[in-house]
């Protein structure tokens, strides 16, 4: 009886049109188109992912794009300015200049994919054991990566490729991805160090994973986006590595057209034709510059504190 009395005497009932809807939250975004809405909205870095699929088709097609071969010399059309036939010109030895530059975009790019993609690989697994392990093994990898760095990277890539005779295209490689295990390893291992302290890292050891096992299934792919950044911006640098070495002569050696040894050839005439080295030197400039805003592009779009809150 005393629940009956406390009963209001005329209940309100709510009606349809006094309930609420609850609507569906909306799709999250998946991780990729959130990367492209970052990347490609920013025009600085469209501009240079544009610049880089330009010079990259450029290489792929060069036979396509320039009937002349970048190797055989005409002295008989040496040194000419600019015409219908031979766009830039030619050089000392009658190359065509525009085909030498789409030929060396080539050369450049193996240059600089090979080495980066070398030093990343190896620069990966001695940073992730060095974090992984600890102790000594720790003290020897950082040791050797402290060596290297302490070196200015030009003067030991003219050592190791003054040592190994350079000449070839793959004993540049080995000089410039040599060069680049240090930085990468120091990387990684920063990184790893970071991830390891996760709990889940400690639970893969309690169920009895094996260290390479946790090292590449745990570790590595939480600890790896900074490596996409570094391998984006760091093949402009080799590029720059590559043609530094060529102007200085230990690189990539004559017939085989390197802008570095195209800008080191021009250089005696850049009075009476200064094309000779300005237009593989603008090849480079554009290539560097197009990979560092890759780079920063890419560097923005993974890492949540610079693409904000989406």
């Known amino acids: 009886m005393d629940e009956e009395a406390k009963m209001p005497e005329n209940p309100v009932v709510p009606t349809p049109n006094d309930i609420i809807s609850i609507e569906p939250a909306p799709p999250r975004r998946s991780e990729w188109r959130r ?20 010079i990259i088709l450029t290489a792929i097609f060069a036979p ?19 015409n219908a036939e031979h766009l830039l010109g030619t050089d000392q030895l009658g190359r065509d200049i ?13 240059i600089g994919f090979s080495a980066v993609f070398a030093s990343t ?14 102790g000594w093994v ?18 030991l890539m003219m050592l190791i490729a003054g040592m190994l005779k350079g000449g070839g295209i793959w004993i540049v490689v080995f000089a ?3 060069g680049g295990i240090a930085p990468m390893a120091r990387m990684m291992c920063g990184q790893a160090l970071s ?10 050891r309690a169920v009895g994973m094996s260290n390479w096992r946790i090292m590449f299934t745990q570790i590595f792919p939480n600890a790896y986006p900074p490596l996409i950044v570094g391998l984006t911006m760091g093949i402009g640098g080799v590029v720059l590595g590559e043609a530094g070495l060529s102007f200085l002569g ?14 080191m050839d021009g250089q005696r005439f850049l009075l009476t034709n200064p094309l000779l080295s300005l237009m593989p030197g603008v090849a480079i400039m554009f290539l560097v510059f197009g990979f560092n805003m890759v780079g920063d592009g890419v560097r923005d779009a993974i890492d949540p504190r610079l693409r904000g809150v989406i």
Do not use: C
């Not at 001695?126 to 974090?131: C, D, V």
């Not at 720790?138 to 003067?155: E, G």
């Open 64 to 82: 396509v794009l320039t009937p002349y071969d970048p190797e055989k010399n005409d002295l008989t059309s040496r040194l000419q300015t600019p």
């Open 195 to 204: 991830v390891k302290q996760n709990d889940y890292i400690m639970a893969a």
């Open 98 to 110: 525009l085909t030498r530059i789409v030929y060396g975009a080539r050369v450049s790019l193996i």
């Open 176 to 178: 410039l991805g040599f």
């Open 121 to 134: 690989i190896v620069g990966t697994i001695m940073g992730l054991a060095a974090a992984h392990y600890g």
């Open 138 to 155: 720790f003290a020897i990898i950082m040791r050797i990566a402290d060596v290297l760095m302490a070196l200015p990277a030009i003067i």
């Open 35 to 54: 990367f492209a809405r970052v990347f490609f909205g920013r025009k600085l870095y469209l501009v240079g992912f544009i610049i880089v699929v330009i």
């Open 250 to 263: 230990i690189g990539v050696q004559a017939p085989t057209p390197s802008w570095g040894g195209m800008v």
